[in-house]
């Protein structure tokens, strides 16, 4: 396997895996997974603020240089200023538009085509500010069309040449792809920063949670996975993939005589089946309105956590939070973090037996923090750690059973459901989906609303769902 000399690649231990789903056990997590760590990170930040940096300094100095030509060294500095004015209505509407997305950045034609977008919507809400400001009689309409044409070509011609040079300029390729080899197959052609096998990493058929942490863990530092495997197993390959948060393409050479549209990019056409369900905008918007909602509601609320923790302490002996692992983003696992509600030799890590109305398991204190929800407050942390958002998916124990069946052999889709962070709450629970999973369908309905939830997020309905979770925190099934 060849490594570029960017990026330190460990071999993944060798683990025995679990004989049969149904048998798996959680308290066999394994040891976590080295990861390679590639600088594609660092230079695609740089790449994004080179090519911002580029377009503020485009649009900047053509209107600079229009009043210049026109009257002369001696300019109003008024066309400083609506340059200063139009440089942050830019940059919003561009990140909105998409113009630094990774995959503008792998084209120059559209990176043209969204900076040029973007631009023109930019010059478009300035003249209607204008207008609502009666300030726009006091400019030469001449004066801001030369400008606004000179921005448009400086702009384009830059972006050309930054994306065709895109490497020589941030000091190495920004973008990551891992090739997985199954089986057999012949090696697509293409640039991959990593090869590997599926025998050290993967086996889609066996759908079991500590696989599935291992893929994620492998594939967490990458921007596309290309798999190359033999017809039969590409239907399993996508199951997996989908849940993954990352682009997921199949190989499947035998289209390369078809040449349809809609490919992944590079030698061997792969179709693709996976994508992450938000953009790198609205994950910023989300991990922002997260983090800043969290750490408002811990501060806030501090005093309340203090005494919830000294009375789990007083009712019975053990820690005061419990820990459990659960499946997270991109299928990999997490410890989610509870005050602990249940007498500490009857907590259930694995999560095999679901709480019931009169289970003798929970401590007197532990029912009122279950029937309040005030027992999940310490996922907050998990949610400042990055583990959780607000709102998602809520997590599951990795033993977690409907009618005496672990989650995922109830419905295939299941792992879909981790395609992006797991939440306090979610729209399954404010639609009454919560409690003991005593049949399969108490697992659909779940499953459905989170799906549903991915296909249509915003952070509209994000905090819509925050203000119906009130309506259901004293819900008949919370115990």
Known sequence: MTVPSDISLAVVPNRQEPEAVSTFRPSAVPAPVTRWRPRSSVLRVRSVL???????????????????????????????????????????????????????????????????????????????????????????????????????????????????????IVGGNPFSSILILDGDEPRPTGDFSVVMTAETCFNPDEQDPVMYDRLARSLESADRVVIACPCDRREAWTRALRGANIQGEIAIPELAALSPLGLGRGGTPSVIVATGPLSLM?????????????????????????????????????????????????????????????YADGSDGAGHRSASRNDDRITRCGRILRKTSIDELPQLLNVLKGDMSIVGPRPH???????????????????????????????????????????????????????????????????KIIFLTVKVVFHRNAF
């Open 50 to 168: 080179y090519l911002l940096g580029h377009d503020c300094f485009a649009i900047a100095i053509s209107f600079v240089a229009a009043a210049a030509v026109q009257r002369g060294v001696s300019f109003h500095d008024r066309w400083l200023t609506t340059a200063s004015a139009l440089l942050p209505i830019y940059v919003l509407i561009a990140f909105t538009l998409r113009a630094y997305a990774p995959a503008m950045l792998q084209d120059p034609f559209d990176a043209i085509r969204r900076g040029g977008k973007a631009l023109l919507a930019s010059l478009g809400t300035l003249l209607v500010i204008a207008f609502y400001l009666k300030s726009s009689t006091r400019f030469s309409r001449l004066e801001f069309a030369e400008a606004s044409a000179s921005a448009i070509v400086l702009l384009s011609m830059g972006r050309y040449l930054f994306v065709r040079h895109l490497a020589a």
């Open 282 to 342: 609205d994950r910023c918007i989300k991990r922002l309105f997260d983090v800043t909602l969290a750490g408002g509601v811990l501060l806030g609320l501090a005093p309340l956590l203090a005494l919830v923790a000294l009375w789990v302490r007083l009712d019975s002996p053990g820690s005061i939070l419990f820990r459990q692992i659960r499946i997270g983003r991109g299928n990999q696992m997490f410890k989610v973090l509870k005050f602990r509600s249940m």
């Open 397 to 463: 124990a990795l033993g977690s059973r409907a009618a005496d069946k672990l989650f995922w052999e109830v419905d295939h889709r299941y792992w879909d459901r981790h395609a992006t962070k797991p939440g306090l709450t979610g729209l399954a629970q404010v639609r009454g989906f919560r409690g003991a999973t005593l049949v399969e369908d108490d697992l659909r309905n779940r499953l459905r609303a989170d799906l549903e939830y991915l296909e249509n997020w915003s952070i509209w309905r994000d905090l």
